[in-house]
């Protein structure tokens, strides 16, 4: 079972990710929900288990149900789109949705003469690459390679390139892809979908309120921040209520 949220994490998840990496934030804010220290690192699950227990965040703290907004790319025109946080989830084995693998799957491909064992990228493989470097996407697919036969130094560039998308295909949910059509010019097309980015602005927002909170009754009452969080939020509404009149 997952941690209990509490406001005090949920500021220390906010502090320690605001000059975080994206991928670093995101692997932050999933940590909050792992129940005890006996369990994988984080950073070691596949992309789509990190998801997953993002949802699992949100769901718990926020809500199952995700507002969007995004333009069409044909006419411009605004859309507000409402995503349910089950629509996210990848299908797992027996048609099961929303459980977090603990290991990355693996698999073989033969291609350009090589037979290659190969695993599902994890969140410490994309936090060690810079998206920005050159060659970004084959150092990715090298870091999934675990064995090469026949034995070579570095695979060929047009093998790590037929390599490449099998990776998405061993781990469905480790991108986040929605089909949309535009009420305006019914154009279709297909829009990622940050799961992560979605889950810190959530949790940045919250932090804020609360600091806020703590702000305005420091300043009426002399509380300090442990005092104000020590108080129901019902009843810090109302002392906040009082102490504005």
Do not use: K
């Amino acid at each position: 079972m997952p941690r209990r949220l509490t406001e005090a994490n949920v500021l220390e998840v906010w502090e320690g990710g605001l000059d975080s990496t994206p991928t670093a934030r995101a692997l932050l804010i999933a940590s909050m929900t792992m129940a005890s220290r006996g369990e994988p690192d984080v950073a070691d699950l596949p992309l789509s288990s990190v998801n997953t227990l993002l949802l699992d965040l949100r769901c718990g703290a926020f809500g199952d149900v995700l507002p969007c907004t995004t333009d069409c790319p044909a006419c411009g025109d605004g859309l507000d789109v409402t995503v349910a946080a089950e629509e996210l989830r990848p299908a797992a084995a027996g048609g099961r949705t929303g459980e977090a693998a603990a290991v990355p799957a693996t698999a073989t491909l033969t291609t350009g003469g090589f037979t290659i064992s190969y695993r599902a990228l994890t969140g410490r493989d994309v936090r060690a690459v810079d998206p920005t470097a050159p060659g970004a996407r084959r150092t990715l697919v090298r870091r999934c390679v675990l064995s090469v036969s026949p034995p070579v130094d570095d695979l060929p560039d047009d093998v790590l390139d037929a390599l490449a998308p099998r990776l998405a295909e061993l781990d469905p949910g480790a991108d986040t892809v929605l089909t949309l059509d535009c009420p305006q010019c019914e154009h279709r097309w297909e829009a990622a979908l940050d799961i992560a980015d979605h889950v810190w602005a959530d949790v940045s927002g919250y932090a804020r309120r609360v600091l806020h909170d703590v702000h305005a009754l420091a300043r009426a009452y002399g509380w300090s921040e442990a005092d104000v969080l020590s108080v129901s939020p019902a009843r810090r509404r109302f002392y906040l209520e009082v102490s504005s009149g």
